[in-house]
């Protein structure tokens, strides 16, 4: 019933573009904030954008002006667009609701060559 199913991720060329989705079940996605997060091998977890219930965006600093986080609430879906990616950006990516706050998705892999 609780769902994060996240794709998009794959193989790009530093500079290049990709975009994520975030399918949500309709339970969890509904009235809350929404986010991405992203893990390196070897590495935290870290947060990389927020999106409100009523479209408020926050981003981390390494992705700020580069990333965009958007909602799409009829299809229960968020999304991530990437620009102007980079080698640090290669992480698996995971979106986030904050009704689950102990559920994780199995995220996408994002890799950025130089």
């Known amino acids: 019933q609780v769902q994060l199913v996240e794709s998009g991720g794959g193989l790009v060329q530093a500079g290049g573009s990709l975009r994520l989705s975030c399918a949500a079940s309709?339970?969890?996605?509904?009235?809350?904030?929404m986010g991405w997060y992203r893990q390196a091998p070897g590495k935290q977890r870290e947060l990389v954008a927020t999106?409100?219930?009523?479209?408020?965006?926050n981003y981390s600093i390494p992705v700020k002006g580069r990333f965009t986080i958007s909602r799409d609430n009829a299809k229960n879906t968020v999304y991530l667009q990437m620009n102007s990616l980079k080698p640090e950006d290669t992480a698996v990516y995971y979106c986030k609701t904050w009704r689950a706050p102990g559920y994780w998705g199995q995220g996408t892999q994002v890799t950025v060559s130089s």
């Open positions: 999106i409100t219930s009523g479209g408020i965006t």
């Open positions: 309709a339970s969890i996605a509904g009235l809350t904030t």
